[in-house]
């Protein structure tokens, strides 16, 4: 079983309604819980966005490590490419 911690937050009256709400609506067993869950799905977004950040980061690596060894394309040929491609998208 974990260990709880207990913590007390300042809410905007708008979103201590809502998670009243929740509760009350019977989505909820308690205001912990919508805490929890909300954590949960918080955590679950930041680690996509550093998933995504990383991701990102490695392209740039990769792009760099391309144009350092040379392996580039004239400006124009990739042009005509994303010309072509954005009218077959229309």
């Keep these: 079983m974990s260990q ?5 937050v300042a809410l905007p009256v708008e979103m201590a309604a809502t998670i009243r709400l929740a509760v009350e609506s019977g989505d909820y067993a308690s205001s912990s819980e ?4 909300a954590i949960r799905d ?17 392209g740039v690596r990769q792009g760099l490590a ?6 580039t394309k004239p400006a124009e040929e990739v042009l005509t490419r994303l010309e072509k491609k ?5």
Excluded: C, P
């Design 34 to 37: 919508v805490f929890r869950d």
């Design 86 to 90: 954005y009218q077959d998208m229309q």
């Design 66 to 71: 391309d144009l350092k060894a040379g392996n």
């Design 42 to 58: 918080w955590k679950h977004k930041r680690q996509l966005q550093q998933q995504e950040a990383e991701s990102i980061k490695a």
């Design 4 to 8: 709880i911690e207990r913590m007390t």
